[in-house]
C-alpha cells in the first residue's frame, strides 16, 4: 500500500510554519532556540496568535492555557499540517515523537515545590506524562483514532514515522498524524551532554549557529535547537478518494537496533537502517539523489555516519545536515528534516550547509555553503540516537 504526505506544519525558533521554514532553509539563516528568554518573561512569538493561526481558536487557548510554549509549538505544527491537507473529521491517527519534552517545565515545578511543598499545581499531574501532547492535538483538533507516543532518543521522529507509515500500510488507520514534538530542557540536561562531550559551547554572547558545522573538520559537537513538526500521512486510497494533493511518497522506513546501550555510533548499524529502509521501498543506493543526513557535528557520530553511507548507498547522493540551520532538534529532528527533505524535492533545491570550510571525508558530495538547484526524485533521511538506534526513511516524487 502507498503511503503519502498530504499535508506538513512547522513551528520554530528559525519559521513560524512550512513556507517561511522553506524560505529559511533556502537562505541558510539558522536560529535555533526560544523558550530560555519566554521563561525570562518573553512572549511566545505573536505567530502562533496572528489571526489565520491554526491556534487563533478559543478551545485551542483553553486547552493551552498555562501549558509549555513547546507544547503550544508542537499543537501549532500539528494544525498546520491537518489544515494544509485539508483535514476534516475524527478518523485519524496521531502518533508523538519524543519524551521527556519539557524537562525546563519539570525543574521549575521541583524548585517551587522545594519552596512550597503545599502549594504544588494538580495540573501538573497530567502534564509530566509523555502522553501530553497526543491528549492536547486529540483535543483541539478533534481526532479520536489510534493514538500514542513513541520514543527511540534522538531517532523519535523517524521511529514516529515508522509507526505511522506501518499503521496505514497495515490498514490499522487510513491517516496518521505524526508529530516530532518541540522538548525544552533545563540546565541540567544541557550540562550533561555538554559532559558527556556531544555538546559544542559557543564562546558567552556569541551566536551559537556558529558553532553548528556538521561534517566539518573543525566540528566540535551539536548545538540544541527548538523546533517542532508534523506531517499527515494518509494511505493513497484514502488521499485519492477526497482529492487530497499527494506532497510526497514515504515509500519505506526501518529501525535497526545495534546490541549497544551506549552512546558510540555503531557505522554498520547505521548503514544497516538505510539498507533496510532502500529495500522496504524498492530502490537501489544508486537511485538516491539526496541524503539529509543525521548529521549533528559530533566528530565520532560524522565520521562513523559518513562510513555508513559509503557502504549502504556510495558516493553519488549530495549529503546535506538542517541541523545546521535549525541545530539539533532531538527528537522532533526527523520530522522536522522529512519536512525539509520533502520541500527541497518540491521546490528542486538543496539548501546549504552554510559553515562548512573543511569536510570530513572528500569523496563525499557535500552540499555547500549557499543553496543550489538539485533535482531530488528519491531521498534517504537518517536519524540515528545514543542507545543504538538506527532509523532511516526513504521519500520519493509522488
Not at 500500500?1 to 533556502?26: C, E, H, K, N, Y
Not at 509523555?130 to 520514543?151: M, N, P, R, Y
Not at 565520532?300 to 548507498?313: L, N, Y
Amino acid at each position: 500500500m502507498r503511503v503519502i504526505v498530504t499535508g506538513m506544519g512547522f513551528q520554530g525558533a528559525v519559521a513560524p510554519d512550512v513556507a517561511l521554514f522553506g524560505a529559511a532553509l533556502r537562505s541558510g539563516q539558522g536560529v535555533f532556540g526560544w523558550t530560555r528568554l519566554a521563561r525570562s518573561g518573553r512572549s511566545f512569538p505573536a505567530a502562533l496568535y496572528r489571526g489565520d493561526s491554526a491556534l487563533d481558536d478559543e478551545r485551542a487557548r483553553q486547552v493551552l492555557r498555562g501549558r509549555p510554549a513547546a507544547l503550544q509549538a508542537s499543537c501549532a505544527a500539528a494544525l498546520e499540517a491537518l489544515q494544509s491537507g485539508r483535514w476534516s473529521g475524527r478518523d485519524c491517527a496521531i502518533v508523538v515523537a519524543g519524551s521527556n519534552l519539557h524537562q525546563a517545565q519539570f525543574a521549575d515545578a521541583y524548585e517551587r515545590f522545594m519552596e512550597r511543598p503545599a502549594y504544588v499545581n494538580p495540573r501538573y499531574a497530567a502534564s509530566f506524562l509523555d502522553s501530553t501532547v497526543v491528549a492536547a492535538v486529540s483535543e483541539i483538533a478533534g481526532l479520536g483514532g489510534i493514538g500514542f507516543t513513541t520514543g527511540a532518543g534522538m531517532a523519535s521522529g523517524n521511529a514516529a514515522l515508522f509507526q505511522g507509515w506501518t499503521l496505514i500500510r497495515s490498514g490499522a488507520a487510513r491517516a496518521c498524524l505524526v508529530v516530532g514534538a518541540m522538548s525544552d530542557f533545563s540546565e541540567l540536561e544541557m550540562l550533561a551532554f555538554a559532559n558527556l562531550g556531544a555538546l559544542a559551547a559557543p564562546p558567552e554572547g556569541s551566536d551559537p549557529a556558529r558553532a553548528s558545522i556538521p561534517f566539518d573538520s573543525a566540528s566540535l559537537g551539536f548545538v540544541y535547537g527548538q523546533a517542532a513538526a508534523a506531517v499527515l500521512l494518509e494511505s493513497a486510497d484514502s488521499a485519492g478518494a477526497r482529492g487530497a494533493q499527494s506532497l510526497a511518497r514515504l515509500a519505506g522506513a526501518s529501525i535497526v537496533l545495534d546490541g549497544n546501550a551506549g552512546t558510540e555510533a555503531n557505522a554498520d548499524g547505521e548503514a544497516a537502517a538505510m539498507r533496510a529502509a532502500l529495500a522496504a521501498a524498492g530502490l537501489e543506493g544508486s537511485q538516491i539523489d539526496y541524503i539529509n543526513t543525521h548529521g549533528t557535528g559530533t566528530p565520532t557520530g560524522d565520521r562513523a555516519e559518513c562510513a555508513a553511507i559509503t557502504q549502504a548507498v556510495g558516493t553519488g547522493a549530495v549529503l546535506n545536515s538542517t541541523k545546521a540551520i535549525t541545530g539539533h532538534t532531538i527528537g522532533a529532528a526527523g520530522v522536522v528534516e522529512l519536512v525539509a527533505t520533502v520541500i527541497q524535492m518540491r521546490d528542486n533545491f538543496v539548501h546549504p550547509n552554510p559553515r562548512l570550510s573543511e569536510a570530513i571525508d572528500p569523496r563525499l558530495r557535500f552540499a555547500g555553503r549557499e543553496s543550489a538547484p538539485l533535482t531530488i526524485n528519491a531521498a534517504l533521511s537518517n536519524g540515528f540516537s545514543i542507545g543504538g538506534f538506527n532509523t532511516c526513511v526513504a521519500v520519493s516524487r509522488a
